[in-house]
């Protein structure tokens, strides 16, 4: 008798267990309640029809902490490169917040530069590069803010064998970047300058001011 009461309650939580997981699996679908951050990246591939975006890195922001826990995401299909932001918060889960989109080239290296947030005390301007490696022969890529080197970018592999980069840093300002591509020789592929999205540049409204 008690071991039929042990299993009829074991079914029983098995069932709460399993109802709880469909509601959740269907607030995700349905943008009520953000599971993971490919659910914030869904919302924003619908904003800017860029179909389906692979998630491919992100970074902390740490500006983010008092409204919930931010992220930075870095996104791309063969057609678009995508920054955009995500927050956490127990109530929602991830949701989608600013985002830029760019379009992708036939050029040495696709990039897109954003500053994402400021620290009003610091009157800091923290930025993100993120961007892919289209020429071969591309070694190294930097990045130069008023002349001065800014960053130089750490080249990771993606799962497609593909080469990318996400780089951070500050500035006391929002500037244009200058990306310069350069062989294994020093040589100059590509110098260009990228403009430097902000969070006044595009917003998905979600609950964040500009």
């Given amino acids: ?48 029809f860029t179909g389906d975006l692979t998630l491919v890195d992100s970074v902390t922001d740490g500006y983010e902490t008092e409204v919930g826990v931010g992220r930075v995401l ?3 299909n063969r057609d678009v490169l995508l920054v955009g932001m995500a927050r956490w918060t127990p109530w929602h889960g991830w949701k989608a917040g600013f985002a830029w989109p760019v379009e992708r080239t036939d050029s040495a290296v696709d990039a897109v530069a ?7 005390e610091g009157n800091q301007y923290p930025h993100v590069l993120f961007g892919y490696v289209n020429d071969p022969e591309t070694a190294r890529v930097q990045f130069r803010v008023d002349g001065s080197l800014a960053a130089e970018a750490v080249l990771w592999t993606d799962r497609d064998g ?46 964040w001011d500009i």
Avoid: H, N
């Fill in 162 to 207: 593909q080469r990318y980069f996400l780089e951070e840093y500050v500035t006391d300002f929002p500037a244009s970047v200058r990306l310069i591509a350069l062989d294994r020789q020093g040589g100059v592929l590509e110098d260009r300058m990228i403009s430097s999205k902000s969070r006044a540049y595009i917003s998905l409204g979600y609950d």
């Fill in 1 to 48: 008798m008690r071991k039929k009461r042990m299993m009829t309650r074991r079914r029983s939580a098995l069932r709460w267990l399993a109802a709880l997981c469909l509601l959740m699996l269907a607030c995700d679908l349905t943008g009520l309640y953000g599971l993971t951050l490919r659910s914030a990246l869904r919302r924003q591939e619908q904003y800017f």
């Fill in 74 to 76: 870095a996104a791309e």
């Fill in 114 to 120: 954003a500053y994402y947030s400021w620290d009003y």
